[in-house]
């Protein structure tokens, strides 16, 4: 892709401070944030994303709010989205600036990731083991990947249907998943980019996540749950991925207590950061900015001159 500037992708954990360094870097090089977060494309889970609120933007920002929860949504559609986002961006003689902290997404925004059929939305292939996965359980599944192909089955979880279900998909296209793993370590950059990381210290970073799922309480994560609920999209926020939101939803329905369901999500949130370190430190293309302090002047002036140094070369 050709763009007369690199797109300046900032990531990094939950909580590290990528939102609002994103919005100070656009404004200061006259650019719009592309968001890279695979639960902000949903409509109306605003709160427990993490989502920049309307009147919270200082600049235009792309890839919100895209579908509804629990509607399908895939990598490969972020791609053809972000991608159009630059190219538009970059038309109108801005800058685009993708933020996230969905490593996988910001990799299909950027790098020439061909996804398969298999990796698209309303994949028959996706249904049948779907079902299979609710009729008999994710063992059952697995076990029938074992069976077909053991090299990937050895290398996803038994309790990871959905990427059990995207083995099968593969499959029935002549590939396998653990082909596919092994070659993402090699594919090619096809967007022009920058890449800058957010660094916390892992036990302040805890602080941080534990005070953002308190101040969401706070904000009203608990009347945003039930709102989702009544308007019939307990399929969407219940989903294994959406942390935040299953929790509360366990609450409301006598499973656990709120305050239980407060102290589930702070645990879930620590081990998806951890998570999203350890994706992110693999890639040697990343500049690292010390955001500990949470310093927005520094760590805006170290982004800038990063930005500066990729550009003039």
């Known amino acids: 892709m050709q763009l007369a500037h690199p797109v300046i992708c900032?990531?990094?954990?939950?909580?590290?401070?990528?939102s609002e360094l994103a919005q100070r870097v656009?404004?200061?090089?006259?650019?719009?944030?592309?968001?890279?977060?695979?639960?902000?494309?949903?409509?109306?889970?605003?709160?427990?994303?993490?989502?920049?609120?309307?009147?919270?933007r200082m600049v235009a920002h792309h890839c919100l709010d895209l579908v509804n929860p629990g509607e399908q949504f895939s990598a490969a559609l972020f791609q053809a989205h972000a991608r159009a986002c630059f190219k538009d961006i970059d038309e109108r003689g801005k800058r685009a600036i993708l933020c996230g902290g969905t490593g996988f997404y910001v990799r299909a925004a950027i790098d020439d990731y061909d996804f398969p059929a298999g990796e698209q939305v309303g994949n028959p292939v996706r249904e049948y083991y779907g079902q299979i996965a609710k009729e008999k359980g994710a063992a059952y599944l697995w076990g029938l990947l074992d069976e077909a192909d053991p090299d990937s089955a050895a290398i996803i979880p038994s309790n990871d249907v959905k990427r059990v279900v995207r083995a099968f998909e593969l499959l029935s296209e002549g590939k396998t998943y653990a082909q596919q793993k092994a070659a993402l370590a090699h594919i090619a950059q096809v967007v022009?980019?920058?890449?800058?990381?957010?660094?916390?210290?892992?036990?302040?970073?805890?602080?941080?996540?534990?005070?953002r799922v308190d101040s969401m309480f706070d904000s009203g994560l608990v009347d945003e749950v039930e709102i989702l609920l009544?308007?019939?999209?307990?399929?969407?926020?219940?989903?294994?991925?959406?942390?935040?939101?299953?929790?509360?939803?366990d609450a409301l329905d006598g499973k656990t207590t709120l305050d239980e369901a407060r102290d589930s999500i702070k645990t879930a949130t620590h081990r998806y950061a951890k998570r999203q370190r350890t994706w992110f430190r693999k890639d040697v293309r990343i500049h690292w900015i010390e955001a500990t302090e949470l310093n927005?002047?520094?760590?805006?002036?170290?982004?800038?001159?990063?930005?500066?140094k990729i550009d003039a070369t």
């Open 26 to 56: 656009a404004m200061a090089v006259d650019g719009e944030v592309v968001s890279a977060d695979s639960m902000q494309v949903y409509c109306g889970m605003d709160i427990g994303t993490g989502k920049v609120l309307t009147d919270e």
């Open 296 to 308: 927005f002047d520094y760590m805006c002036d170290e982004a800038l001159r990063i930005v500066a």
């Open 230 to 249: 009544d308007a019939g999209f307990r399929k969407g926020v219940t989903a294994p991925q959406a942390i935040g939101y299953k929790e509360i939803v």
């Open 10 to 18: 900032i990531v990094g954990p939950t909580a590290s401070g990528k």
């Open 192 to 211: 022009p980019a920058v890449f800058i990381g957010l660094s916390v210290e892992p036990a302040v970073l805890r602080e941080r996540i534990d005070r």
